[in-house]
C-alpha cells in the first residue's frame, strides 16, 4: 500500500463530501500498532447518494471495480444484498492503475450501525490537513474477534495493550 495513494483517496473523498469509515489494518495502524497492510478498508454509509458520491469521487482518481461489474451496481441495496446472499461476498474491491499497490475493500453491509459508529470514530488528521475518520477502538477490537483469523488476534492482544497503556 503507498501512503501517496491512500492521502489520494482521503482527499478524494472528503472534497466530495462522503461519509466513510476506516477499518481494518489501517484503523489498526492508527490506533496505535503499527504494522503492514496491503489495502484500504472501508465502510460506506450506506445510502444511494453517499455511495454514488463515492464512487464518483475513487472513479476521478483511476478506481473502478476489480469485478466484471458497474461501479453504479454497489449502489443498488437490492444488489448488495443479493451479492452477500448468494455468492458470500463481503466487499467489493476497486483497483486502481494509477494506485495498483492499493486497492480499496468496500464493506457490502454494514458490519455496525453507521451512523453511531460515525459519531465515536477515531479523527486523525493525514499531514495535518486532511481529517480522516477510522472506526473506534472498542468496534475495530469487535470486528477483528469476529473475523478471528491469526493475525487477527494479534492485533487484538497488542491493541488491548496499548489501550491497558493509556
Known sequence: MRLKSFEAIVRALNSAGVRYL????????????????????????????????ALDALESIGYQPALPVRAADFADAGIRHQWARDKGMTVFQLWSDAHAETPIDLFVEAPFEFDREYAQALVKPLYGEEDVRFVSLHTLLQMKEA?????????????RMRAEDK
Open 147 to 159: 473475523v478471528g483469523r491469526q493475525q487477527d488476534l494479534i492485533d487484538i492482544e497488542h491493541l
Open 22 to 53: 476506516i477499518a481494518g489494518d489501517l484503523a489498526v495502524n492508527a490506533h496505535g500498532y503499527l504494522r503492514f497492510t496491503k489495502d484500504v478498508d472501508m465502510v460506506l454509509h450506506l445510502q444511494e447518494d453517499n455511495i454514488r458520491r
